[in-house]
């Protein structure tokens, strides 16, 4: 009875991969289209951190109001003008090495306000 009162559908090849959480084919999945950029304070905020990292230091990008997608790119185009690896996690860019000084000069040439937060 329980299966029949949330849809009955058990396993469908019909629309491909289906998102679990709106049982849609993940090309017209509404869970994406409803989440909304975070909110901000309108800073952006880069530091440096090393904890955790076995020592190697990493630049860390917070407070960007973009939506997945958009900071992605943002990261992609950080990481080339530091020439450098990194990744887009939770909302925060990091770059790898300690490149702060870079990343605040790309993010004021894109009209951002950013302020270097840390040590």
Known sequence: ???????????????????PACRQ???????????????GDGRV???RETKGRGG??????????????AL????KQLKAACGSG??????VIEVQGDHCERVIEALK???HSV???GG
Do not use: F
């Open 1 to 19: 009875m329980r299966r029949a009162a949330e849809g009955g559908l058990v396993y469908s090849t019909e629309g491909g991969r289906m998102c």
């Open 25 to 39: 084919p993940l090309a017209q999945c509404l869970c994406r289209q409803r989440q909304d950029a975070p909110a």
């Open 45 to 47: 905020r880069v530091s």
């Open 56 to 69: 190697k230091a990493v630049t860390l990008v917070r407070g960007l109001a973009l939506d997945a997608a």
């Open 72 to 75: 992605a790119a943002l990261g």
């Open 86 to 91: 990194g990744t887009v996690k939770d909302g």
């Open 109 to 111: 040439a894109q009209g």
């Open 115 to 117: 302020k270097r937060a």
